[in-house]
C-alpha cells in the first residue's frame, strides 16, 4: 500500500503513462473504499435499528421503517431508532467533510473545529442554556448560536482586508480559548448534578433525539453539504498557495470566506444535534486522505460517509456494548477511531508523510 | 495541506538588537511588579511596606502570616508553573515547527489529567499535594507513548509527533469524562483540579517536581540555539551541521520535564503554553536565542497577572488561574494575531 500512495505522490514528474495508471489507480481506489464505506453504514444502520430493547429481524425492523407491520415495532423503530440513527448519520457527515475543509484552508493537518473555536461556542451556547435553566429543546439552540458565537467572533478578528490563513489560525485558537474558559467557569461553579448534565452535553451525546430536530438539522446540512460540493473548485485552487490561486484570477479572501461559513455552519448544526463530539472532524480527513490519496471532489463525500460510520458505529458501541449507562458518544469516536488513524498514520512512509500534511 | 513555519508568524520587520535587550528589562521588571501585587492583593489586602517587612523584616501579626504562610508559597509556585509551561510552549512549537502545537497538543495536561481522575476515583484521594506524582507520571507517560508513535529511524517526526499528540490527547480526554460521568463523587472532586489552579496549594507541591523542572529549563535553553536550525526545516538544518534527531529528541524530553512538572503542581492550566511564544514573537522576533528567554519571562507574567485579577475580580471568592488565564489571554493573541500577519 505504502508503494502505492509514493506512486500517486510522485505522479506529476513521472512519465505520462505512468501518471495516468496512477491515477486510474487512486479512482479505483477510492471507488473501493467509496463502496466499502456506504455497505458498512448500510450494514450498521440495520444494525442499530434491529438492536435494542426489543429486539426484531432485520426484516421487520426495515419493514416498520416504512410503516408496515406490528404497531409497537412501527411506534418503537419510528419515533425512538430512526431518528437517533439518522442524527449520527447527519452529525458524522456534517462534521467529516467540515473536518475537511477546515484542514485544507487552514494548511494545517490540526485544523479541526475543537482547536478553531467552534465546538468551544457550541459548548457554550448549550451549557449558558443549562446555566439559565432553559428547557432541554432549546440546548441544541444554544449549541447552534454558540457555534455561530464563535463564528462571528472568528470573522471579526481574523478580517482585515482579506483573510489570511495564519490570522486565521492564531485568531480560532484564541477564540477556543476563550469560549472554553467561559464553559469551564460555569462547570466549576454548577453545582455538582449541574456539572454532570453540562458535561454530558459539551463530551455530545445523540440521547432523546426528536424528528423536530432531525429533520430541521438534517435539512440544513443537506443544503450545507450541497454548497460545500459546488465550492470543492475554489478549494481545489486555494490548495495551490495564495499566490497561484490569486494568478489563476480567484480571489482568495472571498473564496475562503465562503468556505469557512461552509465549514462553520456544518460543524455547528452537527454540533446542535449531537452536542460538540470530538475526534470525528479531526480524524476523517486524514483516514480518508490516507486510504483513498490526494484531495478530489470525491474526497469530500468520502470524508462525509467515513464521519457517518464513525459516529453511528460509536452511538452503537455507547448504546449496547459499554457497561455503563447513559454515556455520550463522545467518550467512544476517539477511541474508537484513534487506533484505525494511528496505524495508518505509522504505515505511511516517510516522504509521502512529509509532503502531504 | 502543508504546515504553516513558525518563521512565517513573525512577518514584522524584524526588530532591532537595540530593542530587545530592553524589552526584556522592561519584562522582567513588569514579573517583579506582579509578583509584587500577587503578594499584596487578594481577599484581605495588604500594604506594600507590610509586605517588605513581612518578606525582609520582622513583621509579625496576620497580616505578615498571610503574606509568607499564603501568599509568598503562591507566587513561588506560580513563577515556576509560568516558567515551565512558556518554555514548554516555545520548544513544543519549535520541535514540531507547528504554531498550534503546545504542550497540550503533545497529550502532557490529558495524561495527567486522565491519571488524576482515575487515582481520585480508585483510590479516593482528595488533597491536590496527593495527586502530585499521578500527575507526573500519568503526563510523562502520555507525553512518552506520543513520542513513540512519532519516532522514526532515531527521530520524531514532526507531523506524526503533532498529530499523534492530539489524537492521544482526545483519546486520553473522553476517558477522562467516561470515568467522571460515571462516578458522580470523582466528577464534584476533580472538576476543581482540572480547571487548573494555584488557590490553597503550599510548596510540598513544588519540591517534588522542582528538580525536573530546573533539569528541564536548562535542556531546554541549552537547545535554543539549535531550535533556530531546525526552523528552516531538516535538511537545511542537517547540512548545517545540526544533530537534528538528537536535538528534537532532547526537546521531546525537556518538554515533558517542564510541562510535567506544571501539570503536576498546578493541574492542567492549558492556555499559558500555548499563547506565551505567540505573544513574545512579534516582540523579540522567530530567534529561539531570545524566544525560550522571552518565554520564561512572558510565561510566568501572564500566570501571575491572570492569578491576581482571579483574586480580585470576584472577592472574596476567587477565579481559578486556568480560566482567568485564558479569559486574558485569548483577546491579546486575536489582537496579536491581526498585527502579526498583514
Known amino acids: 500500500m505504502t508503494g502505492t500512495v509514493k506512486a500517486t505522490k510522485t505522479a506529476p514528474t513521472a512519465p505520462v503513462r505512468r501518471a495516468g495508471a496512477s491515477r486510474a489507480r487512486q479512482r479505483r481506489r477510492s471507488a473501493l473504499f467509496g463502496g466499502g464505506a456506504v455497505v458498512l453504514l448500510l450494514a450498521l444502520a440495520t444494525v442499530s435499528l434491529t438492536v435494542g430493547e426489543l429486539p426484531m429481524t432485520p426484516y421487520v425492523a426495515l419493514r416498520a421503517l416504512v410503516g408496515a407491520g406490528d404497531e409497537g415495532d412501527v411506534f418503537v423503530v419510528q419515533e425512538f431508532l430512526a431518528p437517533r440513527l439518522t442524527a449520527a448519520v447527519v452529525a458524522g457527515a456534517g462534521l467529516g467533510v467540515a473536518g475537511s475543509l477546515l484542514q485544507r484552508l487552514f494548511r494545517n493537518p490540526l485544523a479541526s473545529p475543537d482547536v478553531m473555536g467552534i465546538t468551544g461556542g457550541a459548548s457554550f451556547g448549550a451549557v449558558s442554556m443549562l446555566a439559565v435553566g432553559a428547557s432541554q429543546a432549546l440546548i441544541p439552540l444554544g449549541a447552534l448560536g454558540g457555534g455561530l458565537l464563535a463564528a462571528l467572533l472568528l470573522g471579526v478578528f481574523a478580517w482585515r482586508s482579506g483573510l489570511d490563513v495564519t490570522r486565521m489560525v492564531l485568531v480560532g485558537l484564541a477564540v477556543q480559548a476563550g469560549l472554553a474558559a467561559a464553559v469551564n467557569f460555569m462547570v466549576v461553579r454548577f453545582p455538582a448534578e449541574l456539572a454532570g448534565s453540562a458535561l454530558q452535553w459539551t463530551t455530545g451525546s445523540l440521547y432523546g433525539r426528536t424528528w423536530t430536530e432531525v429533520w430541521a438539522v438534517a435539512g440544513a446540512v443537506v443544503l450545507a453539504l450541497a454548497v460545500a460540493f459546488t465550492l470543492h473548485r475554489r478549494l481545489a485552487v486555494l490548495d495551490l498557495g495564495d499566490d497561484s490561486a490569486g494568478g489563476l484570477g480567484l480571489n482568495t479572501s472571498a473564496a475562503r470566506l465562503q468556505l469557512l461559513v461552509t465549514a462553520i455552519v456544518l460543524a455547528s448544526l452537527a454540533a446542535a444535534i449531537s452536542g460538540p463530539v470530538g475526534f470525528v472532524a479531526l480524524a476523517v480527513p486524514h483516514v480518508v486522505r490516507f486510504l483513498a490519496g490526494p484531495p478530489t471532489p470525491g474526497t469530500l463525500a468520502l470524508c462525509g460517509l467515513a464521519g ?31 487506533p484505525w488513524l494511528l496505524v495508518l498514520m505509522i504505515r505511511q512512509s516517510k516522504a509521502v508523510n512529509r509532503s502531504s500534511l | 495541506m502543508s504546515k504553516i513555519e513558525p518563521g512565517a508568524l513573525a512577518v514584522a520587520p524584524p526588530p532591532t538588537t537595540v530593542r530587545r535587550v530592553p524589552l526584556l528589562v522592561v519584562g522582567a521588571c513588569a514579573l517583579t511588579l506582579c509578583a509584587a501585587l500577587s503578594l499584596a492583593m487578594g481577599s484581605r489586602p495588604v500594604p506594600m511596606s507590610v509586605v517588605a517587612d513581612a518578606l525582609f523584616g520582622d513583621a509579625v501579626g496576620r497580616d505578615a502570616l498571610v503574606v509568607t504562610g499564603l501568599r509568598l508559597p503562591r507566587t513561588v509556585l506560580g513563577l515556576a508553573v509560568g516558567a515551565a509551561l512558556g518554555v514548554a510552549g516555545a520548544v513544543a512549537q519549535g520541535i514540531t515547527r507547528n504554531p498550534l502545537a503546545s504542550p497540550t497538543t503533545l497529550g502532557i495536561n490529558a495524561g495527567a489529567g486522565f491519571a488524576v481522575v482515575v487515582a481520585i476515583f480508585a483510590l479516593h484521594l482528595t488533597r491536590p499535594a496527593e495527586y502530585v506524582w499521578f500527575a507526573f507520571a500519568g503526563a510523562a507517560a502520555a507525553a512518552l507513548f506520543a513520542q513513540a508513535l512519532a519516532r522514526r529511524g532515531g527521530d520524531l517526526d514532526p507531523v506524526r509527533l503533532a498529530l499523534g499528540g492530539t489524537v492521544l490527547q482526545l483519546v486520553l480526554l473522553s476517558w477522562t469524562s467516561a470515568v467522571m460521568l460515571a462516578s458522580r463523587r470523582t466528577l464534584d472532586e476533580a472538576r476543581f483540579w482540572l480547571a487548573g489552579s494555584l488557590a ?18 536548562v535542556l531546554a535553553l541549552a537547545i535554543s540555539p539549535a531550535l533556530n536550525a531546525l526552523a528552516l526545516g531538516d535538511d537545511a538544518a542537517q547540512s548545517l ?12 524530553i525537556a518538554v515533558i520535564l517542564l510541562a510535567g512538572s506544571a501539570v503536576a503542581a498546578a493541574g492542567p492550566i492549558a492556555f499559558i503554553g500555548l499563547a506565551a511564544p505567540h505573544l513574545v514573537r512579534p516582540l523579540l522576533g522567530a530567534d529561539h536565542r531570545l524566544l525560550v528567554p522571552g518565554c520564561l519571562i512572558a510565561g510566568p507574567l501572564l500566570l501571575l497577572a491572570a492569578d491576581v485579577l482571579g483574586r480580585v475580580v470576584i472577592r472574596p471568592s476567587e477565579l481559578e488561574v486556568g480560566i482567568v488565564s485564558a479569559f486574558l489571554g485569548a483577546p491579546l493573541l486575536a489582537l496579536l494575531a491581526r498585527k502579526v500577519a498583514r
Open chain 1, 308 to 338: 457517518a460510520v464513525l459516529l453511528l458505529a460509536s452511538d452503537l458501541i455507547v448504546q449496547h456494548v459499554l457497561p455503563v449507562e447513559g454515556l455520550p458518544v463522545g467518550v467512544v469516536t476517539a477511541t474508537l477511531g484513534a
Open chain 2, 200 to 217: 490553597e496549594r503550599q510548596l510540598d507541591v513544588l519540591w517534588p517536581v522542582l528538580p525536573t523542572l530546573v533539569v528541564g529549563l
Open chain 2, 241 to 252: 551541521g545540526v544533530p537534528v534527531a538528537r536535538i528534537r529528541l532532547a526537546g521531546g
